[in-house]
């Protein structure tokens, strides 16, 4: 189904690209979020089409995302996504990658939290720019083999969108009302400062979600 037209091209004769994430990937349980705004392109009541993938979030008081780290000089840890037709439609396959490493009976249990969770995760790019991938459907583990004899020390595991329940966008770039979006994804999005009323967009007839 064509619902849009192409509105702009891209110029990267002299652009220097990062080609590296930060080194940290923070997931959060779904059930953690208490308030959420996706912001889609979308046209304003000046016809003016606005080219916007964006989401507001912020968590219960008290809750934070649980971050996975690993050294910066590693490339390891990185998101990725897919674009594929379902019934006419794009669909997006959102992926995480993160490493678990060691035996103990906190990594049993962790490794089954991942397993079972119903969790997004939040990326920053080298750019500067903070991606979240897998809110709307949530991410689940791939089948893995566990190896704690190879060199990551135990696995890397692929978080991935169900294929059931892919995503309707690409992975959405977050903002903060206040500008505070480094500051958020530093502290883990522990006491995220969001105005629920703040201006968010023109014309909210479009594709919006609002949680609270």
């Given amino acids: 189904m064509v619902c849009d037209k192409l509105r702009s091209g891209l110029d990267l ?11 940290k990937i ?3 349980n779904k059930s953690d979020v208490e308030f959420s705004r996706i912001v889609a392109p979308y046209t304003n009541i000046e016809n003016e089409y606005i080219c916007e993938n964006r989401i507001y979030f912020k968590l ?24 594929s037709e379902i019934e006419n439609t794009p669909q997006y396959s959102h992926s995480v990658n993160i490493i678990i490493a060691g035996v103990t009976e906190e990594i049993k249990c962790l490794l089954m939290q991942l397993d079972k969770g119903d969790y997004f ?3 920053q790019f080298y750019d500067g720019t903070i991606e979240v991938f897998g809110f709307e459907f ?13 060199s990551s020390g135990g696995a890397i595991i692929r978080l991935t969108s169900s294929s059931d329940a892919m995503e309707d966008y690409p992975p959405f770039v977050y903002k903060s009302t ?12 522990e006491d995220v400062i969001l105005d629920e009323n703040g201006d968010f967009n023109d014309d909210f007839s479009n594709d919006f979600n609002n949680q609270s």
């Fill in 13 to 23: 004769n002299c652009l220097v690209l990062s080609r590296k994430y930060v080194q």
């Fill in 26 to 28: 923070v997931l959060i």
């Fill in 60 to 83: 219960y008081a008290g809750l934070k995302g649980f971050a996975f780290k690993t050294n910066e000089n590693s490339s390891q840890l990185f998101p990725t996504f897919d674009k």
């Fill in 121 to 123: 995760a939040v990326a």
């Fill in 138 to 150: 949530g991410l689940s583990t791939n089948n893995y083999n566990y190896d704690p004899h190879n």
């Fill in 178 to 189: 206040e500008g505070n979006e480094q500051v958020d994804f530093d502290n883990d999005f």
